[in-house]
């Protein structure tokens, strides 16, 4: 048997190995089943009481009826750092920099990851973040500046 393998027959696996592994997504996404439909629900709520904006209930429900309507509904929150992914702060940092092409050209992710309050222990997160990015809020992003 192999010895470098841990009590669990898993092998000592490093974050990386486990980041290869699952294909890059790093954090828990649509793949991970092991989240039922309850927990995704508890995730929706926790999104809007993160804390008390007024704005942050107008932002999530304007971004949710928009998804919808382009068909590409958001059925679950992306989970990073064991926490629910603030789409309201990440959309807000974002566009406050310039929107996410300045941010990708300018490569301050690392201010993003901060205003997150994400542990910057996280290498992954820059490509992470831009990645949900992308997927929940550039469409809403391009369709807020008219730029679609």
């Known amino acids: 048997p192999n010895s470098a393998a841990s009590p669990n027959g898993q092998g000592d696996w490093g974050f990386d190995d486990h980041f290869r592994q699952n294909g890059n997504t790093g954090w828990a996404d649509e793949a991970d089943s092991s989240r039922g439909r309850g927990e995704a629900s508890r995730d929706f709520a926790k999104l809007y009481e993160l804390d008390n904006d007024p704005k942050r209930k107008e932002f999530l ?19 990073m750092a064991k926490q ?11 566009t406050e920099k310039g929107g996410l092409v300045e941010v990708i050209n300018k ?13 910057t222990s996280i290498t992954s997160a ?3 973040l831009r990645t949900q990015y992308m997927k929940y809020l550039y469409p809403y992003e391009c369709e807020r500046k008219g730029l679609s």
């Open 126 to 128: 820059a490509f992470t």
């Open 61 to 79: 429900d304007d971004l949710f009826t928009f998804m919808q309507k382009r068909g590409t509904p958001v059925n679950r929150i992306p989970i």
């Open 107 to 119: 490569k301050i992710w690392r201010e993003i990851t901060k205003g997150l309050n994400l542990p």
């Open 84 to 94: 629910v992914l603030d789409l309201y702060m990440l959309y807000k940092l974002v």
